[in-house]
C-alpha cells in the first residue's frame, strides 16, 4: 500500500516547523545584485581570485553531492512522509547552493577561468577524497545502523565540512569586498544551519530505539569520521589557503564547527575552544546575518517579511534536542 502525505495529521515531532523554516527562508541567485561586485573583484590580486574561485568550486562539488545524492538517498530511507517531505525540499535547496556560486563565477570571472576551476575540482585530491568519503556512506544504506551512519555523514558535510570554503567569503565580505557574493553565501549558510540541525534530530530519534552498545558503537564511529575527515580537511586548507597565509585561522574555523557538527548529533564537542577570526565568526552571528537556526532571509533580500523572535521559539528548539 503507498500513502499519500498527510499535513492535517501530525506525524512527526519537528517536520512542520522545519517545513515552514525551510520555507521562509527560500530564495533564489537571481535576486541577489552580484553584478554590483563587479568592480571590486577586479580590484583582487590574481591569486586573491584564485583562492575565490577555487573555494566556490569545491562548494559547489559538495552542494551537488548533497543535492543529488546524499538528501535523496537519506529519504528513501526515512519513514515518516513529512520528514520525507523536509529532506526533499532540502536537496532542492542544496541544488540552488550549487547553482548560486555558477551564478557568481558567470557575472565575476570569464568563461576560460570558470572551465579551469571545474577541471581542478574533478582532479583536486583531498577535495575528492572528502566527497568520496562522505558519499561512500551514503551509498552503502542497507538497515538502520548504516541510515544513522549516513546520518552522521550528512550532519558533518552540512555542518562541518563546508565551513573551509565558506572562511574566504565570509572574510571579503566582512572587509567591505564581493557583499553581494558574501550575501549568496549567508543565506547558503542559514540553509546549511537548519540542515544539519533537522539530520541531527532524524538521527538522535533513530537512534534512541538503538542498543545503549549499537549507540556507543555510533558515538565512536561519529569520532572517527571526524578525526578522519579533519586530516583532509586540514591538507586541503594548507593547499587553498597556505598561500594567503590563512591555514591557521580556517583550521580554527573548522574544529568550531566540527564541534557544532557533533552538538547537532547530540554529542560533546570534540575540540577545544578557540578564539576564531572576528571578522568570520561577526559573518554568523551579526542581527541581519545570523547563523541561528531561526533566522530569516538577509538584509540585501528585499522580498522577506521579517517576523519578530519571540521566547517560546527558542524554548520549542531547545525542547527538540533533549528529547
Known amino acids: 500500500m503507498i500513502e499519500a502525505v498527510n499535513w492535517d495529521n501530525t506525524t512527526s515531532d519537528f517536520a512542520k516547523i522545519f517545513w515552514d523554516q525551510n520555507t521562509k527562508q527560500f530564495w533564489l541567485d537571481t535576486e541577489i545584485p552580484i553584478s554590483k561586485d563587479k568592480k571590486t573583484w577586479e580590484e583582487l590580486s590574481d591569486i586573491e581570485q584564485d583562492v575565490y574561485m577555487k573555494v566556490l568550486g569545491g562548494l559547489t562539488l559538495l552542494d551537488t553531492e548533497q543535492g543529488?545524492?546524499?538528501?535523496?538517498?537519506?529519504?528513501?530511507?526515512?519513514?515518516?512522509?513529512?520528514?520525507?517531505?523536509?529532506?526533499?525540499?532540502?536537496?532542492?535547496?542544496?541544488?540552488?547552493?550549487?547553482?548560486?556560486?555558477?551564478?557568481?563565477f558567470t557575472t565575476l570571472a570569464s568563461k576560460q577561468k570558470i572551465e579551469q576551476v571545474f577541471e581542478?575540482?574533478?582532479?583536486?585530491?583531498?577535495?575528492?577524497d572528502k566527497s568520496r568519503l562522505i558519499e561512500s556512506y551514503y551509498k552503502n544504506i542497507t538497515d538502520e545502523y548504516s541510515l544513522a551512519q549516513a546520518m552522521i555523514a550528512s550532519v558533518f558535510l552540512e555542518s562541518y565540512m563546508f565551513y573551509s570554503g565558506f572562511f574566504y567569503p565570509l572574510l571579503?565580505?566582512?572587509?567591505?569586498?564581493?557583499?553581494?557574493?558574501?550575501?549568496?553565501?549567508?543565506?547558503?549558510?542559514?540553509?546549511?544551519?537548519?540542515?544539519?540541525?533537522?539530520?541531527?534530530l532524524l538521527y538522535?530519534?533513530?537512534?534512541?530505539?538503538?542498543?545503549?552498545?549499537?549507540?556507543?558503537?555510533?558515538?565512536?564511529?561519529?569520532?572517527?569520521?571526524?578525526?578522519?575527515?579533519?586530516?583532509?580537511?586540514?591538507?586541503?586548507?594548507?593547499?587553498?589557503?597556505?598561500?594567503?597565509?590563512?591555514?591557521?585561522?580556517?583550521k580554527k574555523f573548522i574544529r568550531y564547527n566540527a564541534n557544532k557538527a557533533l552538538m547537532n548529533l547530540g554529542y560533546e564537542p570534540h575540540f577545544a575552544?578557540?578564539?576564531?577570526?572576528?571578522?568570520?565568526?561577526?559573518?554568523?552571528?551579526?542581527?541581519?546575518?545570523?547563523?541561528?537556526?531561526?533566522?530569516?532571509?538577509?538584509?540585501?533580500?528585499?522580498?522577506?517579511?521579517?517576523?519578530?523572535?519571540?521566547?517560546?521559539?527558542?524554548?520549542?528548539i531547545y525542547s527538540l534536542t533533549k528529547k
Open 204 to 250: 538522535q530519534k533513530l537512534i534512541s530505539k538503538f542498543s545503549a552498545e549499537q549507540s556507543e558503537k555510533l558515538r565512536n564511529f561519529s569520532i572517527e569520521l571526524l578525526n578522519k575527515l579533519y586530516e583532509i580537511e586540514c591538507r586541503y586548507t594548507e593547499e587553498i589557503y597556505d598561500i594567503l597565509n590563512l591555514s591557521s585561522d580556517v
Open 273 to 316: 575552544n578557540e578564539e576564531i577570526n572576528s571578522v568570520v565568526l561577526n559573518g554568523l552571528s551579526t542581527e541581519t546575518r545570523t547563523h541561528d537556526f531561526f533566522s530569516q532571509k538577509g538584509n540585501g533580500y528585499a522580498k522577506i517579511k521579517v517576523e519578530p523572535l519571540k521566547d517560546e521559539d527558542f524554548e520549542f
Open 172 to 200: 571579503l565580505a566582512g572587509q567591505g569586498k564581493l557583499k553581494n557574493s558574501g550575501e549568496i553565501i549567508s543565506l547558503i549558510i542559514r540553509d546549511e544551519s537548519i540542515h544539519g540541525v533537522f539530520v541531527g
Open 68 to 104: 543529488g545524492v546524499g538528501m535523496p538517498l537519506i529519504s528513501m530511507h526515512v519513514q515518516d512522509l513529512q520528514e520525507k517531505a523536509v529532506l526533499t525540499f532540502m536537496a532542492a535547496m542544496e541544488q540552488v547552493h550549487a547553482k548560486s556560486y555558477s551564478t557568481i
Open 120 to 128: 581542478w575540482v574533478k582532479h583536486d585530491k583531498w577535495l575528492q
